[in-house]
């Protein structure tokens, strides 16, 4: 499906880390991605329908807001932002990973070069199912047993657990 910017389509959208390297293997990067993705979801105001830090990319469900937000500016200034606040801690501490993440043209990236899986959903089973792989993410993995033992991800909210994680809006289409 081609995607488009389409005000009654949820988006599904997979980004990874530079070279698919696990830089999201620290816990305190992982919150700290929570919190950037916390504080763009406040600036855009999309709908949050479902997310999963995983070691070396992220999936999130969304509406975006149009056309006021569309789903490349929420996820360029999500994305640049965060990257480069990471990049410039590694830079204070010299960390040996920058070597890692130096493209050919000198340039240090924290994500991969383009924008990322983009996927129109326009089907409720389809929407259901995305949910479904996102949460189950880190169990196929290996890196838990129970979706909801992953603390880097929506399925705790979808489980019941309301206490320290982001909130999920509402799966009707924002406006019905």
């Known amino acids: 499906m081609k995607r488009i910017e389409q005000e009654n389509h949820a988006r599904y959208l997979t980004f990874s880390c530079y070279r698919q390297l696990g830089l999201f293997e620290n816990d305190r990067i992982k ?14 105001n999309f709908h949050l329908l479902a997310w999963v830090i995983m070691p070396d990319h992220v999936h999130m469900l969304i509406w975006p807001r149009l056309p006021e937000y569309p789903v490349s500016k929420v996820t360029m200034g999500m994305k640049r932002a965060f990257g480069r606040a990471v990049i410039g801690r590694w830079r204070e501490l010299d960390a040996s990973i920058l070597k890692k993440l130096e493209a ?3 340039q240090v990236r924290f994500w991969q070069y383009g924008g990322g899986y983009d996927r129109n959903i326009v089907d409720g089973l389809e929407l259901h199912e995305k949910i479904r792989y996102i949460h189950e993410n880190p169990v196929r993995r290996g890196l838990v047993e129970r979706a909801e033992d992953w603390a880097w991800s929506s399925a705790r909210w ?3 657990s309301r206490e320290g994680v982001l909130s999920i809006d509402d799966l009707k289409r924002p406006g019905s």
């Open 31 to 44: 919150d700290a991605f929570v919190e950037q993705l916390r504080r763009t979801r406040e600036r855009t």
């Open 104 to 106: 050919r043209n000198g």
């Open 158 to 160: 979808y489980a019941g």
